[in-house]
């Protein structure tokens, strides 16, 4: 069965600092990746996906994250953090068979330091 | 613009009630879920539909119903039989199939309260 584990449930760093978020994934086939941004008492919100195109993936407000097969993951980076950038972040992967749902992380809260 | 919408924002339940959360779409999508979100549990599926009509239970059915007679809406509700209703309730919904059907568009979701 699919399943994605986020490594840290909380990250903090200084304002223009490297952004670095784990994720690894389980999948006995080749994955459907996503990660998504929650701010505060909101919806989820997608950052980007990987769909076995490239294997570098630019989503929005600067993300990207990188799929690796040999290692089984999927860390989403972002060079230069901003305050804005304070929120959850969950990495998920569509589960096996044709469904569409998605098995979630279990998130990791971004805090950035002025 | 599309999009889901979730209301009430916040609800209060006393012990012992039934309620009922609202999510209507207006993106077309086929597709409806419903999570639950506790904290440092990321979200769990509670039921999803994938067609008017017809639903499936997830992986945290019990006390819980839901009904799908529209395309656009997708009620929840959260029953008696419901141990631990306390909780932050998504909605979200995608198109079920074709490229890009993996997209989940999320709902402001509906935070639930038992006193």
């Known amino acids: 069965a699919q399943s994605v584990t986020q490594l840290g449930s909380h990250v903090s760093v200084s304002e223009g600092a490297l952004v670095l978020l784990r994720c690894n994934y389980s999948s006995s086939v080749p994955p459907y990746l996503f990660w998504y941004v929650q701010y505060p008492n909101q919806g989820l919100q997608l950052l980007l996906k990987y769909t076995s195109a490239a294997t570098l993936v630019k989503g929005i407000n600067g993300f990207e994250a990188e799929f690796k097969k040999s290692e089984t993951s999927f860390h989403l980076t972002k060079p230069s953090a901003h305050m804005s950038d304070a929120a959850e972040y969950f990495c998920?992967?569509?589960?096996?068979?044709?469904?569409?749902?998605?098995?979630f992380g279990k998130g990791t809260k971004l805090t950035v330091n002025p | 613009d599309g999009g889901i919408t979730q209301s009430p924002k916040y609800l209060f339940r006393k012990e012992g009630q039934n309620v009922t959360l609202s999510c209507e779409q207006n993106l077309n999508h086929d597709a409806m879920y419903w999570y639950r979100q506790d904290p440092g549990q990321g979200l769990r599926l509670i039921y999803y539909s994938q067609i008017v009509n017809d639903f499936q239970k997830g992986d945290i059915a019990e006390g819980y119903s839901v009904s799908r007679e529209k395309k656009e809406s997708f009620p929840l509700t959260v029953t008696s039989a419901q141990k631990n209703p306390t909780a932050f309730y998504l909605c979200a919904a995608n198109r079920g199939h074709g490229s890009g059907a993996n997209v989940l568009t999320f709902g402001a979701g509906s935070r639930l309260t038992v006193l």
């Open positions: 998920a992967v569509r589960r096996q068979g044709g469904s569409e749902k998605l098995v």
